[in-house]
């Protein structure tokens, strides 16, 4: 079809990579491009521009520009807001990374009873959907009806509407994050390096801290910003687990939906162009990332 | 934010790397045993005993409880139309992710990096942000004229959105390795680009096309954040099986919102197997 081009598949054959891709090119390839570039823009990338603008143009009868904006976000309730935010991703986080390379340890390095189940269910917490993560945390943990209803009665411990609830929620959708990248690197580098520092003499812990995390220090790290952005972003389980009342476990995300439902778009764009400045860093920081790891082996 | 690594089938966590010399005996020591006691405590605490709560939930009333509240009219009419939705978005995927993988891996053209962080964009913005995001083009002050709000389109719209880059994600690796050598084969022997594309390109992909819509599709059907502010809610008209059981759980009806949620929890327990199988074969294919 497009192959009129004289000789496209000789010169395929002697230089087959990059040639043979080249001669692919056609009018089938533009019009394929351009409604790629179309699709992606009109979904995409023109909504997530007009947010970006939103928050700087003058939006229901409110001021547009960097001081109002700044005001919108140093609102008591936004900084409210944003802290809480970010103290539940911090505590999300730091659970999720121990757990995680202590998890992807034991799967990788060791053989035991029930490996591959535990393997598979690992991967389930992403699958679920956050208004089922959200009710199954109330279905076990609210002192109402919970299944631990009661003993949390006793204790006088609260975690649905208070802010442990927000944390296992938090933790519970990012969960596989860092499993996931540190696995296939564990994987990849083999045992060789531990085993010869077992056999010098080095204990247990001294292995992790000089041999282990050292080779996977990147895939934590890559894990970790994954964490976060999903962390800082949760919508869902957090909206059933949280009260979501102004002072009153009102994250980020419970903010723009709350701000937008009470009609007051200017403070909803303010905060949601703080967490699109926040996604496109971690993206950013993510595809820094990605070339270190592939250099590695 | 899951999918930026989800899209790879054939890094499964389960596969060993190492030959198994002694399968089936435990290698642990007690450091390490006591580590996975407790990681196994934590994750039973945090997921297998919430998650075992809906089930319970759903149950308690029985079967005919069960299946009274998922065939009510309304919540009846919310699964269908969720599923509905799912399908034509995962179709809608399965061909735009495949064509956007191929033009991201074999046209070349000046902007074409930006491209691949628009596509990432979706995962990486929250959901609640999703919905504001297609509000603002297309909502009630749409620079466009164009209001979905309230609307199936609209909750269309978002579904595309938040799963755009399952398909492309796991096509684009498969893609990128493939030998173009075959191709070239194919192509000397006679075959016409239709016929190369058939018979050679897309059984190659299959696999990995699979993997993304199940992807796609999983995350679909249990979307929920990005379609609170644009679905509208209105029972038998635009309600998803997500906001039903937001509905059911503010209502103080948690057995029917477990009922529900054990459907969607079904789907996603499915989906995972799905992928399982799909990327062992893919690695016993070598």
Known sequence: MADTIPSPIDGALTAPARRGVRSRRGPLALVLRTVVVLYLFFLVAWPVSLVVQRAFAPTGGQPGGIGPLWERLTDPAAVYAFYLTLTVSFWAVVINTIFGVGISLLLVRHRFPGRRVLSVLIDLPMSVSPVVVGLALVLTYSTSLGIFGDVLQTTGLRIINSTPGLIMATAFVSLPLVIREVIPVLEEVGEDAETAARSLGANGWQTFWRITLPMIKWAVVYGVVLSAARAIGEYGAVRIVSRGAEFNGETATLLIQNEYGAFNEAAAYAAAFVLVVLAVLALVVVTVLRPQESHRS | ?286
């Open chain 2, 1 to 286: 934010m899951n999918g930026i690594t989800t899209a790879r089938p054939d890094a499964a966590p389960a596969a060993p790397s190492r030959p198994r010399r002694r399968a089936r005996r435990s290698t642990l020591t007690r450091a390490s045993g006591v580590g996975l006691g407790l990681a196994v405590v934590w994750f039973s605490l945090l997921v297998l005993i919430p998650l075992a709560a809906v089930v319970i939930a759903a149950a308690e009333g029985g079967w005919d409880t069960f299946v009274g509240t998922i065939t009510d009219g309304d919540t009846a009419a919310a699964i269908r139309l969720t599923v509905v939705e799912a399908a034509l978005v995962t179709v809608v995927n399965v061909v735009m992710g495949t064509v956007i993988a191929w033009v991201l891996v074999r046209d070349t053209f000046p902007g074409k990096r930006v491209l691949e962080v628009v596509i990432d964009l979706p995962f990486a913005l929250p959901t609640i942000v999703a919905g504001l995001v297609l509000l603002s083009l297309y909502g009630p002050d749409s620079p466009v004229g164009v209001n979905l709000v309230n609307s199936r389109q609209g909750i269309f719209l978002a579904l595309l959105f938040v799963t755009l880059p399952f398909v492309v994600r796991t096509v684009q690796p498969v893609l990128l390795e493939l030998d173009a050598d075959v191709e070239e084969a194919a192509a000397s022997l006679g075959a016409s680009r239709a016929t190369t594309f058939r018979r050679i390109i897309l059984p190659a992909l299959a696999p990995a096309i699979t993997a993304g819509a199940s992807l796609a599709f999983a995350r679909a059907i249990s979307e929920f954040g990005s379609l609170v502010l644009i679905a509208g809610n209105q029972p038998r008209n635009t309600e998803v099986a997500s906001l039903k059981i937001l509905k059911y759980i503010e209502g103080d009806q948690q057995a029917a919102a477990a009922s529900v949620a054990v459907l969607l929890l079904l789907v996603a327990v499915l989906v995972i197997v799905a992928l399982d199988l799909i990327s062992r074969r893919v690695a016993a294919r070598g």
